[in-house]
């Protein structure tokens, strides 16, 4: 199947942020330094699934939920940007100031742009019309949709999702889902 073939997006993601704690919970940057060719490419990888650089994440995205889902999805999009912001940090200490522009620049169109995936309660999926068998969530309100903002906060990052839409989404899974 796919997910044979194919990295999980999430996962892709998570891997980079975990590098990242894993870097800051080791005594100097030798961790850092021999991983951070492969984290980059890592990151280099999600960067070109976004294709136009605006911090969202479309077409197919195969994921731990072990299908590929497609369009524009607030929990694989909100742990790209956490996954930039942490790539931005990593960047910046390996002296690689170019990279780590390109990762803040993508960051910062994705955190305004993904404000498209508002529909003034949560962050919903705005499926792509094809393939029309495509699972997903769709306008329901799923349960990582704020997933990068978690990450964000656990390796000392700070926000990539506004407080208060942060805060919307959560209290609407509480609404919706209990």
């Known amino acids: 199947g796919e997910m044979a073939r194919d990295p999980a997006d999430d996962g892709q993601a998570g891997s980079i942020l975990r590098a990242y704690r894993e870097h800051q919970m080791s005594a100097g940057d030798a961790f850092l330094k021999r991983n951070w ?46 996954a930039l912001k942490a790539a931005e940090a990593m960047a910046m200490e390996m002296g690689d100031a170019a990279f780590a522009q390109r990762a803040a620049a993508i960051l910062a169109k994705g955190r305004q742009g993904i404000f498209q995936l508002f529909n003034g309660e949560y962050f919903i999926q705005v499926e ?25 906060f656990q390796v000392g990052l700070g926000r990539v999702l506004s407080e208060t839409h942060t805060k919307s989404a959560l209290q609407s899974l509480w609404k919706y889902n209990f």
């Open 37 to 82: 060719p492969h984290i980059r490419k890592a990151v280099e990888y999600l960067i070109a699934k976004d294709g136009n650089n605006d911090g969202i994440i479309e077409g197919a995205q195969p994921n731990t939920l072990d299908a590929a889902w497609y369009g524009k999805i607030p929990h694989i999009s909100s742990l790209y940007l956490a």
């Open 128 to 152: 792509d019309p094809q393939p029309m068998d495509a699972i997903g969530t769709g306008a329901g309100c799923h349960v990582d949709q704020v997933f990068g903002q978690s990450w964000a």
